[in-house]
T-cell receptor, first 112, second 113 residues
Framework: KAGVTQTPRYLIKTRGQQVTLSCSPI?????VSWYQQTPGQGLQFLFE???????NKGNFPGRFSGRQFSNSRSEMNVSTLELGDSALYLC???????????FGQGTRLTVV | GQSLEQPSEVTAVEGAIVQINCTYQ??????LSWYQQHDGGAPTFLSY????GLEETGRFSSFLSRSDSYGYLLLQELQMKDSASYFC??????????????FGTGTRLLVSP
């Protein structure tokens, strides 16, 4: 069974630009969560989608948004990028109420 | 607010036993999980405690005391490959949603020969 796939792996953007990150969950998993990981703050929850609906949202500004498609693939978008948005963005999938979250390798975003 | 406290770094030698503690203060609680992350890698699930007590999985064990808002991960017979960061995470979120994980800041474990 293929794992969680995130694309792209690395990204460099300029302040003010926007970016879209993609996540393909494990086949059969309908829950997809997104996290931001930085050295100082650890892993911070962004949002979670289940069957195309956002079920939970973290404490991030409205510049961070996401969506989920009918095939459970998910995208997250960050608009008007700031230097502080530089981080590793991790996607995790699980079987609805499954106990275990399976993480992808992440997308390393650098904002210059 | 929500917070999970872990030591920032722990060092040990091969073959030893190490315990990584986690205390939490969260608005909701539906269990405590532990994840391992090697440098440059993805976090991987190690264990889950939904009820008080000890869960054992091979060399790793995890404990939870809900009354004390406390848990720990115990690693036995340490190997060099155990050098990694370890995160405790509380499952939060209103049912039926259980996939909001609130993570601690992580404990970096360094295992030396």
């Amino acid at each position: 069974k293929a794992g969680v796939t995130q694309t792209p792996r690395y990204l460099i953007k300029t302040r003010g630009q926007q970016v879209t990150l993609s996540c393909s969950p494990i086949s059969g998993h309908r829950s997809v969560s997104w996290y931001q990981q930085t050295p100082g703050q650890g892993l911070q929850f962004l949002f979670e989608y289940f069957s195309e609906t956002q079920r939970n949202k973290g404490n991030f500004p409205g510049r961070f948004s996401g969506r989920q498609f009918s095939n459970s693939r998910s995208e997250m978008n960050v608009s008007t990028l700031e230097l502080g948005d530089s981080a590793l963005y991790l996607c995790a999938s699980s079987e609805g109420q499954g106990l275990e979250a399976f993480f992808g390798q992440g997308t390393r975003l650098t904002v210059v | 607010g929500q917070s999970l406290e872990q030591p920032s770094e722990v060092t040990a030698v091969e073959g030893a036993i190490v315990q990584i503690n986690c205390t939490y203060q969260t608005s909701g609680f539906y269990g405590l999980s532990w994840y391992q992350q090697h440098d440059g890698g993805a976090p991987t699930f190690l264990s889950y405690n939904g009820l008080d007590g000890l869960e054992e999985t091979g060399r790793f064990s995890s404990f939870l005391s809900r009354s004390d808002s406390y848990g720990y991960l115990l690693l036995q017979e340490l190997q060099m490959k155990d050098s990694a960061s370890y995160f405790c995470a509380v499952r939060d979120g209103t049912p039926p949603s259980f996939q909001k994980l609130v993570f601690g800041t992580g404990t970096r474990l360094l295992v030396s020969p």
